[in-house]
């Protein structure tokens, strides 16, 4: 029988909630540090960083590497092994340590299964109750990697405490005020990030501009042009339509733009002799490229042609040494199977030596004609014939003979005896069979023993005897009526 629990969680994690009930009597300091902890929200974001299939699961690692972990104690604490709680089924929770005694932190893991070689080694301080195994079940069942960790690990959200054995913990911070700690701290991150922006923005022209960047498109930047000005040779610079009056006038021609102006003519004056020079030879060359074209097509015509017929020959060539090659295959082939003779097998081997007379030899062959067969019994039944009979008395007949006559015939007896060894092949041929006359007793003795009984004739019998029976029973009553009467 189990023992009592005080004390109950709810670890709320990714994969379900999973309801556990606390050992506090047995491991009270076990149990205080796991509480406090969750308190003081150590466990919220932890993730499941070690899965062993069908013997455990382990968390309350922050850094989520299994080699992190700190105490409520700030130091390592002792084992509580109690001699009545073992891991002997599944959803079991105990805390895991560093491989070596007392060396407990946040760390703690629950088992899929019976485990007895954690016995005497990890502190045993609550269970899984109610349908929540399922969801330890189903973090068992993740998928991991070779290291035994998860690919994508479960993580713990948040740990609600239903029933607090120790009502005097303090914790050094509450799960509330740490969250609320963390709230701030990301909204001080997002500001600061979002000051930087617009410190360091500047609007990058060679991207393009979706939707609301259109919409908060600034306007066109109009710059203005400086007038071009000598201060030191105008008295009142503010004068610009002066100056720009006098930068405006065209200067004056000189002599080597007048040169260039002439050659310009003299090439215009020249241009329409070469056009009507180079109008004349494109004619020609059209002439002379159109005859190049055809004759660059009858070439590729017959260079065509003959990569056709070659490749024809060719192929007529292929199919000429596949049929000689195949030919080749097939008389090999038989070749082979001429001189490859089927190996018998030696059961094959001691049936040919029984097989004579048999016929098993001949199969294959037409059957042998019934006539020998006819012709073997009608010489058989001839030699019966012509052998003679004696017709010799039955031996109950034969007189027995006495004295010398006795001798005689038991020596001779014995002589046959000792001559048995002599066979006969045609002695048979001249014997008779013989019964004894007069077996009349016989037969009288075989039809009292062995009477044959006809169940109809029994019934039949039976019938007749009770139609006698009450023909008597009817004459008798007759005659006594009539006796009555007179």
Known sequence: MALPTKGRVIVETTAGEVDIELWSKETPKTCRNFLALAMEGYYDGVIFHRIVPDFLVQTGDR???????????????????????????????????????????????????????????????????????????KIGEMEIDANERPVYPPKIKRIRIIDNPFPDIVPRITAEEKRAQQ???????REREEEQRRR???????????????????????????????????????????ISSIISEPPAPKAKDKEKERSHKRERTEEPESRSQQSEKPEKKAKKDDSDITKIREKHEREKAAQSNSRQAEIEKMEAEIRKLTRRGEESDEDERAKKKPKKSLLEEEMAKYAKGRGLHKKGKAKKDEGDVLAALNSFRNKLKSTAIEDSPPPEQQEKPTGEGAEAVGAAGAQEEESLEVDNDTGFLGHALHFPKGNEEEVLKAEREYEVIDPRQRGARAKEEERERKRAMKAKDITGGRGFRR
Do not use: C, W
């Not at 709230?183 to 991150?189: I, K, L, N, S, V």
């Open 183 to 189: 709230r701030a701290r990301e909204q001080a991150q």
């Open 200 to 242: 360091g923005a500047k609007k990058d022209v060679k991207l393009l501009s979706f939707g609301g960047e259109e919409e908060a498109e600034e306007e066109p930047v109009v710059f203005k042009k400086k007038p071009i000005v000598r201060p030191d040779l105008v008295d009142n610079p503010e004068l610009p339509a002066t």
């Open 63 to 137: 850094t989520g590497t299994g080699a992190g972990g700190e105490s409520f104690y700030g130091e390592p604490f002792e084992d509580e092994i109690h001699p009545r709680l073992r891991f002997v089924h599944r959803g079991l929770v105990g805390m895991a340590n560093n491989g070596t005694k007392n060396s407990n932190d946040s760390q703690f893991f629950i088992t899929l299964n019976r485990a007895d070689e954690l016995n005497g080694k990890h502190t045993l301080f609550g269970r899984v109750v109610g349908d929540t195994i399922f969801n330890v079940l």
